[in-house]
């Protein structure tokens, strides 16, 4: 039996995690619930914790600033995520394994069973070693996934990042429009998006502004530099942003020519 702690800072996400754990895997208790990596650390201080299923992106501390914390309470972790663009550097902070969102139930329980075996031969460095290497394998023979989580209230909408036009920022939310005209607000501020997709595609060009230079058809100067978008829409760039913004295209239409 495993001691086990969820972190995510979204109600969802943890309530969701906490049944399918509860209903499909035997081998947990679940010792603990946190919101953040500030009430994980508490939970590491009161319990005698062996696997925690980690959120990467929240809100204040991400998920990464947990694993000293774990690592020297001999916890184990398994990352939970969106964004399949945190699969390399979740390989490198020595985790046992990754789900994407939404988590399907077979990946769970395979995840958890490898945890069983690994904490079973007692943590030796060359079980670890094998463990990562297992993953590695395991993500190279992938296809690059291409598609994103995004949480709509009720759950998650699993979307291909192909397809978004722009992004917008709306407050402490983000609005993403759609090549199908369709858009869904996530309660998720911009920056947190910028640093998750890959940033030859899309590129920040205001404050308030995410393009997918897939769908950029010009950009010109007439009324201070607007990009204007394969679905008529125009966005200004921020005069800050303007030289960063011309590279990336320059960058962008010798890397999409040599594809």
């Not at 990562?132 to 998650?156: D, F, T, W």
């Not at 397809?163 to 993403?176: E, L």
């Not at 950009?219 to 978008?229: A, M």
């Amino acid at each position: 039996m495993l001691n086990t702690i969820i972190v995510d800072d979204e109600e969802f996400a943890r309530s969701s995690l906490y049944f399918l754990l509860q209903e499909n895997c035997g081998e947990v208790h679940i010792s603990g619930i946190a919101k953040s990596v500030a009430e994980a650390r508490n939970l590491l201080t009161q319990h005698a914790v062996d696997l925690i299923f980690l959120d990467i992106a929240m809100p204040g501390e991400n998920g990464f600033e947990l694993i000293p914390y774990a690592q020297s309470n001999n916890a184990h972790i398994i990352f939970t995520t969106a964004y399949d663009q945190y699969a390399l550097k979740a390989i490198k902070a020595n985790a046992l394994d990754y789900l994407l969102k939404p988590i399907d139930i077979d990946e769970l329980k395979i995840a958890v069973a490898k945890a069983v075996r690994f904490i079973a031969l007692n943590k030796k460095e060359n079980n670890r070693n094998e463990s990562l290497q297992s993953l590695a394998v395991n993500l190279a023979e992938r296809n690059e996934i291409r598609k994103i989580s995004l949480p709509n209230g009720q759950g998650y909408s699993l979307v291909n990042i192909d397809d978004i036009i722009h992004i917008a920022a709306d407050s402490n939310y983000s609005v993403f429009y759609f090549a199908n005209k369709d858009k869904i607000t996530v309660s998720k501020v911009l920056k947190e998006y910028e640093e998750i997709l890959p940033d030859h595609q899309f590129v920040r060009i205001h404050k308030s502004s995410i393009v997918n230079l897939n769908y950029l058809k010009e950009y010109n100067s007439k009324n201070g530099l607007e990009v204007i978008l394969k679905n008529g829409e125009k966005i200004a760039v921020s005069r800050r942003r303007a030289s960063e913004f011309v590279e990336k295209v320059k960058l962008y239409t010798s890397f999409d020519h040599d594809k």
